[in-house]
């Protein structure tokens, strides 16, 4: 019983959040995957309609948790995670933000923006000159990481806390550099959508399958 509630939920908050509706389709959602935590599809939607990368992010774990091998999931979720980090950054919950930022490099080694948002919330000028040396190595013409660089090296010789970089404002999406393009494939309609919704909404590009 409590998994046919939980489908009608579903349906009713996908209507409402292709209608464009999240606030109202939220709620619905969230009950579902109360109802049926293993529904897959609710709570790719849920991820959809999320109101911070955190709680996008805590919806497509989920996901994973399920199915493990879901690459969009897994491409969402990256994506999900970076934005968080940005976003605890910001926020100056720099400790939050590391442990962010710090598993997007692990799975990224070469995500210039990860790197560029680590220096701004190192522990140390050292630390921060480790982070922007590793965005010049991925691309040397980065300006504000080679200035932010020398005044942290300086910084840091003479054993003096390090100014403050200049944090890089994040846009609506990730920046051309950090755009990846996604090959979607899934029989489910539904699924194909919730997906597509999270992945532009993280700065994917979709090429359907």
Known sequence: MAQLEAVDRVKQGIALARAGDKAQARPLLHQAVEDDPANEAAWLWLASVAESPLESLAALERVLALNPD?????????????????AAARAHQNTHARA???????????SEL??????????????????????????????LARSTYERCRSAARAALPAPAATPIAPSASLPKYARKTVLLVDDDPAVREALTRVLVDHGYQIVAG
Do not use: D, F
Request: glycine share 2%; charged share 15%; proline share 5%.
């Open 70 to 86: 879901h690459e969009q999931a897994l491409a969402a979720a990256h994506a999900a995670r970076l934005k968080a980090g940005v």
């Open 100 to 110: 962010l930022l710090h598993a997007v490099v692990a799975a990224e080694p070469e």
């Open 114 to 143: 990860a790197w560029m948002w680590l220096a701004n919330v190192a522990e140390s000028p050292t630390e921060a000159a480790t982070c922007l040396e590793r965005v010049l190595a991925i691309n040397p013409n980065n300006n």
